[in-house]
């Protein structure tokens, strides 16, 4: 069994440490900073081998050429990202086609444009564990800063397209406030359900990551729309909340 750590970071990115199964050697997503991954690290005694990047945003990769320089790892990102020069210190670009290998393992990716052209997906099969970045949020997903909502609505059914029980490990704290858009807008047994539970782990200060895929079906008003025009709508109207 992996293990699977949660560490925050900047205001509300959440950062994540996967452990090998002889608990020694570790791989990092989205290190948007270095500090607390480095803190954790040494903690645990572990040694970094990947870091897994799923778009370019500084808030994703702040930390990789710290953490590079610290352990000489390898850095992982998309193809599109990797054409355009937008990992820093970039050692192997995957993609749909080019799944990633590590730990002996294969990891599926998804590419998913939207929230930027290169953002992707890791979907672990054996344990149903995704990581989407900023493509989906609990009970929200990421803006579009550089993809189309044709491309955006795509891309998040591929996601619901996956096992129900797929557990999401997104890239920010938002839950809440994405909460607030969604009840403004609508309002069941789910959503208030959801929203209890959250606010619950909030006030313990637990993270509300990750979210199961069929929470996200039941609740997350993007993942549900049922056409372009309407995640369009949606989408332009939580730009505005
Ligand atoms: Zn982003
Ligand atoms: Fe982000």
Redesign the pocket.
Known sequence: MLGLHVLRALKD?FIYVLTSEDGQQATVI?P?EAAPVLKFLRAHSLHLTHILCT?H?H??VGGVAELVDAYKCAVIGSQKDFDLNRIPRGTLAVSEQKPLKLWGRSVHILDVPG?TLGQICYYFEPEQMLFP??TLFSAGC?RLFEGTPEQMFISLRKIAALPASTKIYF??EYTLHNLDFVQSREDNQALRAYREHCEKLVARGEPTSPSQLSTELAINPFLRAPDVATFAETRAARDHF
């Open positions: 990115n989205d948007g778009h945003h808030d994703h929230h970045g900023d990421g890239g920010h």
